[in-house]
């Protein structure tokens, strides 16, 4: 299943406004690694993981009741429905990140 957001993702941190002085002359800018990439590409990797092994179980229930192998067809449209769901979630998501992406590549312009 996808992560789901918190209230605590979504809000920005406490900005001040002051004036920001000048570099220091003789001193190179510190250069600090981002922090958090590690886990925001496990969590992706997690839920995209997630979407494909509810597609492989969608999958496989659909052939085990077209096999007659199973005879429940309710738990069957259930997986699916919940498959089908969660790959159009990632869908939305993947599409509103392109346009995000698309609308900053205009501002630049």
């Avoid at 600090?32 to 494909?52: H, I, Y």
């Avoid at 092994?53 to 192998?69: I, M, T």
């Avoid at 159009?88 to 509103?96: A, G, P, Q």
């Amino acid at each position: 299943m996808v992560a789901a957001i918190r209230p605590s993702m979504l809000t920005l941190p406490d900005v001040t406004t002051s004036k920001v002085a000048g570099p220091v002359p003789g001193t190179a800018p510190a250069v600090s690694e981002p922090t958090g990439g590690s886990d925001f590409t496990k969590q992706l990797r997690d839920a995209l993981s997630e979407v494909n092994d509810s597609q492989a179980a969608a999958h496989r229930a659909s052939d085990e009741y077209a096999r007659g192998n199973q005879n429940d067809l309710h738990g069957t449209m259930i997986t699916m429905t919940e498959a089908d769901i969660k790959l159009r979630l990632v869908s939305n998501v993947r599409n509103r990140v392109l346009e995000a992406y698309r609308e900053v590549m205009r501002m630049g312009s």
